[in-house]
C-alpha cells in the first residue's frame, strides 16, 4: 500500500463515508435521546464512564507495542512473527482485564446510589466485552484490513439507531450502556466469522520483558493522551461542579466527537501504512514526506468544518434539544478542538515510529499540557467562569500541545528551518478564519434570531474560505485532484449503496 494522500484517503473515506452515513441516521436518534434524558443523565453515565477510562490504563503496554511492530513484520512477509506477538499481547492483556472485571464488580456494588450500582455493573461486562472488540478491531488495521473493519462500522451505523429506538422508551438511561454492549458483541461475531485471527493463548517471557519496555512508555503515552484530551476536563467538572453542568459538557463534548472521528479515521489508517514504510526509507525526511501536505489538506479542512458546526449545533439546541441549549457557548468554544487534535495527528505518528522512537518526548508534552490543563481549569472554576472556562482552557491547551509536536517534529520533516517556519505558517494560518467566525457567533447568540444569523454567517464564511484558497493555497486544489476527490466521493456514495441493498437482500 503506498503511502500518498489519494490512497489513503481512498481507504479511510470507507470508514469516513461510513461515518457520514452514521451521523445522518444517529444524529436525529442523539436527538431523541437528549429529549427523552436529562443532562442529569447524561452526567451519571459520564461519571460512570470514568471509572473504566481509568481501568483502561492498567496495563503493561503490550498491545500498544506490538502495534508498533506488528506493521513493519507484514511488509517484511514475516507473518508468523507477527501472530506470535499479537498472541502473546492479547494474552496479557487479557489476563490483566479478567482481573479487573473481578474488582469491578466489588466497586459496582460498593456504591451506594442505585442507579449509579446498576449502569457500573453493565459497564463493567460491557467492558469485557469491548475488550475483544477492540483487539479484533485493532487487528483488522495492523493487518491492513480496512474493508472489514468498515463492514464493522456499517453494522454500528444500523444497528445503533434500530437497538437505540427499541430500548430507550423502556429502559430509558440503561438503552445507553446496553446498546454498546449489544454492538459490541454482535460485530464481534461478525469479525470472527469473516476472518481467521488465528488467536491462541501465548506468554513468553523474553518477549513480555522486551515489549513491556517499550509498551510502557507508549502506554505512558496513552495515558496522558486520554487524561489530557477530555478526561482531565470531565474529572474536574465532576469535582467541583454540578451533575448538571458535567451533562451539558459531555452533550457538547459528544456531538463534536461524532465528526472528529472522520479525521481520526484518516490517522487510523495512515499510521501502520506510514509506519512500515518509513522503515524502509533511508532518511526520516524521506519517509515522513507525505504527511507535509497532508497536514495542510487537515488544516484547511478542519478549519472550514468550525464555523458550519457550531451553526448546526446552535440550531439542534434552539429548535430541537432545547433542555440542552445551555450547551451553546461551551460548543461555540469546545468545536475548536477539532482543528488542534487533527493536526496533531501527524507530529504524533512521526514522534512514535519505530524510525523516531520519541514517545518519551510525546509522553512529556502530554504531561505538560495536561498539568496546565488541570491547574487552570481549576483556576477558571473558582473564577466563577464554570465549564465555558474548561472548554477555553481545554481547546487552548490542545493548541499548545499541537504547536510543540510540530517543532520537535520539524528536524524529521524538514532538512532547514526555513522550510519548516514556512510550512508552519501555511498550517496555523486557516485557523483565522474559524477564529472569527467565533467571535461574530458568540456576539450574535442569544441576542440575534437565529434563523438571521444561519443564512449571513454561511455567506460570510463561503466568501472568507473562497478568497483565501484563492490566495494562499490554490496550489493545494489542482483541477485533477478536485476531480479525483469527486470521483471518491462518489464511489463512497455508490458503496454505501450498494450495501444497503446487499443488508437489504440478505434480510429479505
Known amino acids: 500500500m503506498s503511502v500518498t494522500v489519494s490512497s489513503i484517503l481512498k481507504h479511510s473515506s470507507k470508514f469516513s463515508g461510513i461515518n457520514l452515513l452514521t451521523k445522518v441516521v444517529n444524529i436525529p436518534v442523539t436527538m431523541l435521546v437528549a429529549v427523552v434524558l436529562s443532562p442529569k443523565d447524561f452526567g451519571i453515565v459520564g461519571y460512570a464512564a470514568l471509572w473504566f477510562t481509568y481501568a483502561s490504563w492498567i496495563s503493561i503496554g503490550m498491545i500498544d507495542a506490538a502495534s508498533r511492530e506488528i506493521p513493519s513484520l507484514i511488509k517484511q512477509d514475516r507473518v508468523e512473527k507477527a501472530r506470535e506477538l499479537q498472541n502473546i499481547s492479547i494474552t496479557v492483556d487479557s489476563i490483566i482485564s479478567f482481573v479487573l472485571f473481578i474488582i469491578f464488580l466489588f466497586i459496582s456494588f460498593a456504591q451506594n446510589d442505585i442507579l449509579i450500582r446498576n449502569i457500573m455493573l453493565l459497564m463493567t461486562f460491557g467492558h469485557l466485552i469491548g475488550k475483544l472488540y ?3 478491531f485493532n487487528l483488522n488495521f495492523l493487518y491492513l484490513d480496512f474493508t472489514l473493519s468498515a463492514k464493522g462500522r456499517l453494522i454500528y451505523a444500523f444497528g445503533y439507531p434500530i437497538i437505540t429506538l427499541g430500548l430507550l422508551f423502556w429502559l430509558g438511561i440503561y438503552s445507553i450502556v446496553i446498546n454498546s454492549i449489544l454492538l459490541s458483541l454482535i460485530i464481534s461475531i461478525y469479525f470472527t466469522r469473516k476472518r481467521k485471527y488465528s488467536l491462541s493463548l501465548r506468554l513468553d517471557k523474553n518477549e513480555i520483558i522486551r515489549m513491556s519496555k517499550i509498551g510502557i512508555s507508549l502506554l505512558l503515552g496513552t495515558i496522558l493522551y486520554t487524561m489530557f484530551t477530555g478526561l482531565a476536563d470531565r474529572t474536574v467538572i465532576a469535582a467541583y461542579l454540578s451533575k448538571e453542568e458535567l451533562g451539558l459538557y459531555i452533550f457538547a463534548y459528544n456531538f463534536l466527537l461524532l465528526f472528529l472521528e472522520m479525521f481520526k ?40 468544518s468550525i464555523g458550519f458546526l457550531q451553526l448546526a449545533f446552535l440550531f439542534i439546541i434552539n429548535f430541537i434539544t432545547v433542555k440542552f441549549i445551555g450547551a451553546g457557548f461551551i460548543f461555540l468554544i469546545i468545536v475548536s478542538y477539532i482543528f488542534w487534535e487533527s493536526i496533531e495527528k501527524f507530529p504524533e505518528i512521526i514522534l512514535t515510529s519505530g524510525k523516531v522512537n520519541r514517545q518519551n518526548a510525546v509522553a512529556f508534552i502530554w504531561g505538560i499540557c495536561l498539568a496546565l490543563n488541570i491547574i487552570f481549569d481549576i483556576v477558571v472554576v473558582y473564577a466563577g467562569w464554570g465549564v465555558v472556562g474548561v472548554a477555553f482552557i481545554t481547546t487552548f491547551s490542545q493548541a499548545i500541545s499541537a504547536v510543540s509536536m510540530y517543532f520537535i517534529s520539524s528536524k524529521y520533516l524538514f532538512y532547514n528551518s526555513s522550510e519548516y517556519k514556512t510550512f508552519l505558517l501555511k498550517l496555523l494560518f486557516p485557523f483565522l478564519i474559524p477564529l472569527l467566525i467565533t467571535i461574530i457567533h458568540w456576539i450574535a447568540f442569544g441576542k440575534i434570531n437565529l434563523l438571521i444569523i444561519i443564512p449571513i454567517s454561511i455567506i460570510m464564511q463561503l466568501l472568507l474560505w473562497i478568497a483565501l484558497i484563492k490566495i494562499f493555497y490554490i496550489e493545494y486544489f489542482s483541477k485533477d485532484l478536485l476531480k479525483s476527490a469527486y470521483e471518491k466521493i462518489l464511489t463512497a456514495v455508490k458503496n454505501i449503496y450498494n450495501k444497503k441493498i446487499e443488508i437489504k437482500n440478505t434480510t429479505i
Do not use: C, H
Not at 484518516?266 to 504527511?291: M, N
Open 134 to 136: 477492540n483487539y479484533l
Open 265 to 304: 479515521d484518516y490517522g487510523r489508517v495512515l499510521k501502520p501504512a506510514i509506519w512500515s514504510e518509513s522503515e524502509i526509507a533511508y532518511t526520516p525526511q524521506e519517509g515522513f514526506f507525505p504527511l507535509k501536505k497532508m497536514a495542510v489538506y487537515f488544516s484547511l479542512t478542519a478549519a472550514f
